[in-house]
């Protein structure tokens, strides 16, 4: 895909709020989520955000506004599910996204024919309840960041940080479906199996290492057959967009558990997304180098380098999480921000994510979804978990207030936002990632 109409920086919408300085969704993002009006006895269906404002896609099929592709695509938006507008391949929803554009500029032929029509085609964000975007069938978690790697490496094996597979294969686990939550559900801090007395033998009790991992979900459109890799030149067809992700971890489970097999109880009580996917081609204008690997580092694999991807397979995106603590929430006091990371320092693109999935035939299905690995830099405020801002809990965050946190407390409110800004474009954004940690059973 390449720049077009769709990203011009001048190109404002009727929907007033669409250009509030700052706003998510201008009309240059278009992200797509499945909303429910609240209150009414509707099934949810699929939508497109636009400023403080929500595109009842179906809505505008009835209305007789979308013509050729962008009706066929428009068609699949009357399910509660976007599997099976993700699954029609990347040219009907860039079709539909591009469709919606032309109808939502000021300059719309079709806003000024057809009087009433925000009133039968939008819905106010405040007046819906945002879904799981999709039915996520598989959901695999990376591990792309190298600074990542390396310091939670480091908390394990001080002399050598980093395993000697790391510069090779981008590593993953198979997580848990099931357990993944829209934002704004609360997570309750689970119990489990801990051991963290040598000499003892372990017992049951609620995590006291509670975690937030920051980190970008991305979401498979067309599927592949079992059987046929994704070949790194056509790794980002079969991407629908992308979303942010909240790996909660419970580090004390995780650390008596995860020999030899991997994570498991520790990470699949809850995994929350944002409820917006950002398609690939509102992220166009926010492409940038794959990681530039240091010399003495090795080349990837043949089957996942391709100049194309490295040249611009990576996407700069700004990530911060933000932390409100009961005690804030009761004085009233805003979130305040413990960490800012930035998606240009991942080892791995997402294109070859993608492609070592399927390298061995494994099929990906249109709505699975990967996790990119927690995303962390080189600086001591871009890591994004807690286990790596405090040093395992040694050094704990002091927050203005006078608080002070090493891991999650019941009550804490951890949010996640993410942006693109590049001189010469629109700012979008992703919407938030939220969750509040309630108390163990
Ligand atoms: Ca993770």
Redesign the pocket.
Known sequence: MALNETHRVEVTSWVESAQTPGSDFPIQNLPFGVFRRTGRHEPPRVGVAIGDQIVDVAACVDEGLLSGVSLEAGERCRLPQLNDLMALGPEPTSALRRALGDLLRVDSAAYHDHPGIARRVLVPMYEAELRLPAVIGDYT?FYASIDHARNIGGMFRPNDPLLPNYKYVPIGYHGRASSIVPSDTHVRRPRGQIHDDPDEPPFTAPTKRLDY?L?LGIFIGTGNALGSPVPIIDADRHIFGCCLLN?WSARDIQSWEYQPLGPFLAKSFATTISPWIVTLDALEPFRAPAYVRPDGDPAPLPYLLWDVDQRRGGFDIRLDVYLRTAVMRQRRQDPIRISRGRFTSMYWTIAQLVTHHTSNGCNLRPGDLL?S??ISGPDPDSRGSLIERTSRGREPIRLPNGESRSFLEDGDEVIMRAFCERPGFARIGFGECSGMIVPAL
Do not use: M
């Open positions: 978690d991992e980190e790996d996790g690995g927690t």
